[in-house]
Nanobody, 120 residues
């Protein structure tokens, strides 16, 4: 079992930055592809970043968010810059095997999520 705990969310003004962290326990994350998803009220959960051998981002995110991982700390990060009010959502990290951008049905472990609110 892998336990994932996110932190770093909060309230930020449009144009600002936040760095989310996802710390794992129970097992090393090394074999896993890692991803960040987000879900805004009334909307479906969507992937915003995946990291395996490469990194993957949807077009709406490209250039603003950066996913990274620290194998020694068993932690994954999401650096979010140039935040917009439409980035407001609960952000969850996820772990799953496989390749390429992670899709919902490929997730094996979820974190509980951290709230990000971007004010205009």
């Amino acid at each position: 079992q892998v336990q994932l705990v996110e932190s770093g969310g909060g309230l930020v003004q449009a144009g600002g930055s936040l760095r989310l962290s996802c710390a794992a326990s129970g097992r090393t994350l090394s074999p896993y592809r890692m991803a960040w998803f987000r879900q805004a009220p009334g909307l479906e959960r969507e992937s915003v970043a995946t990291i395996s051998r490469s990194t993957y981002y949807p077009d709406s995110i490209l250039g603003r968010f950066t996913i990274s991982r620290d194998y020694a700390k068993n932690t994954v990060y999401l650096q979010m810059n140039s935040l917009k009010p439409e980035d407001t959502a609960v952000y969850c990290c996820a772990a799953g095997m496989g390749k390429g951008p992670m899709r919902l049905h490929e997730v094996e472990y979820w974190g509980q999520g951290t709230q990000v609110i971007v004010s205009s």
